[in-house]
């Protein structure tokens, strides 16, 4: 009997979640909304919020460079800061759906999910699964048209005799990611979300887990 009181009297550890905020414009428009509702959410289900990101004046249709938040929480992502990221809305997070899927895959392989509130999904139950498998299936078919184009702009350009090598300062880069790179790797993640989420050319992250190999 005393066993039993003294395991019912144990806590169940909360989950650690990290909040990202973000509005595309500064004409008046604050996270402070976004932040509230998430802030609710995480009060009434127990989750310990551990950190909150927030890019406010970044387009979701721009580069990633040019969201800093979202970056670092990237990078706190394969340092496992946390358990789970949420946010308000789909668009929130990615500029596509291409993009959205490829972050879920990253996150996933570290064993982060994903709460989204207006469309109420989360990534670590079925329903939620569900939506990341069929949002997968349409993500790989819009991979494989940009691989048509791709191949038929290199056609092209090989036809007009324009040159087909590596861009200037691909060396830098791939000194500079290594670390990164590699770091994901181990964690399970695919060489396509590493390109994705480090900012870098796909055969740039080949070329360094090649030659990570071959040092042992």
Same mark, same amino acid.
């Given at each position: 009997?005393?066993?039993?009181?003294?395991?019912?009297?144990?806590?169940?550890?909360?989950?650690?979640?990290?909040?990202?905020?973000?509005?595309?414009?500064?004409?008046?428009?604050?996270?402070?909304?976004?932040?509230?509702?998430?802030?609710?959410?995480?009060? /009434?289900?127990?989750? $310990? =919020?551990?950190?909150?990101?927030? #890019?406010?004046?970044?387009?979701? !249709?721009?580069? %990633?460079?040019? +969201?800093?938040?979202?970056? /670092?929480?990237?990078? $706190? =992502?394969?340092?496992?800061?946390? #358990?789970?990221?949420?946010?308000? !809305?789909?668009? %929130?997070?990615? +500029?596509?759906?291409?993009?959205?899927?490829?972050?879920?895959?990253?996150?996933?392989?570290?064993?982060?999910?994903?709460?989204?509130?207006?469309?109420?999904?989360?990534?670590?139950?079925?329903?939620?699964?569900?939506?990341?498998?069929?949002?997968?299936?349409?993500?790989?078919?819009?991979?494989?048209?940009?691989?048509?184009?791709?191949?038929?702009?290199?056609?092209?350009?090989?036809?007009?005799?324009?040159?087909?090598?590596?861009?200037?300062?691909?060396?830098?880069?791939?000194?500079?990611?290594?670390?990164?790179?590699?770091?994901?790797?181990?964690?399970?993640?695919?060489?396509?979300?590493?390109?994705?989420?480090?900012?870098?050319?796909?055969?740039?992250?080949?070329?360094?887990?090649?030659?990570?190999?071959?040092?042992?």
């Amino acid at each position: 009997m005393a066993t039993s009181r003294k395991r019912s009297s144990r806590k169940t550890a909360s989950r650690r979640v990290a909040l990202y905020l973000r509005v595309s414009t500064t004409n008046g428009q604050t996270v402070e909304n976004q932040r509230r509702v998430l802030q609710d959410i995480a009060k /009434r289900a127990g989750w $310990d =919020v551990v950190e909150v990101y927030a #890019d406010e004046g970044y387009s979701g !249709a721009k580069s %990633r460079d040019q +969201r800093p938040a979202f970056d /670092r929480m990237l990078r $706190d =992502v394969t340092a496992r800061r946390f #358990d789970m990221i949420a946010t308000v !809305a789909l668009d %929130r997070i990615g +500029r596509s759906m291409k993009h959205l899927v490829e972050f879920i895959e990253t996150i996933k392989a570290l064993n982060v999910g994903l709460y989204i509130h207006d469309q109420s999904i989360d990534t670590t139950t079925p329903a939620g699964e569900l939506f990341f498998n069929v949002a997968s299936a349409f993500a790989a078919f819009e991979r494989r048209l940009i691989q048509e184009r791709v191949k038929s702009g290199l056609a092209r350009r090989k036809a007009e005799g324009k040159p087909l090598g590596r861009r200037v300062g691909w060396r830098k880069a791939k000194r500079k990611h290594a670390d990164a790179v590699l770091k994901l790797r181990k964690a399970g993640v695919s060489v396509r979300n590493i390109a994705e989420t480090v900012g870098i050319a796909k055969s740039t992250v080949q070329v360094i887990l090649k030659e990570a190999d071959a040092a042992g």
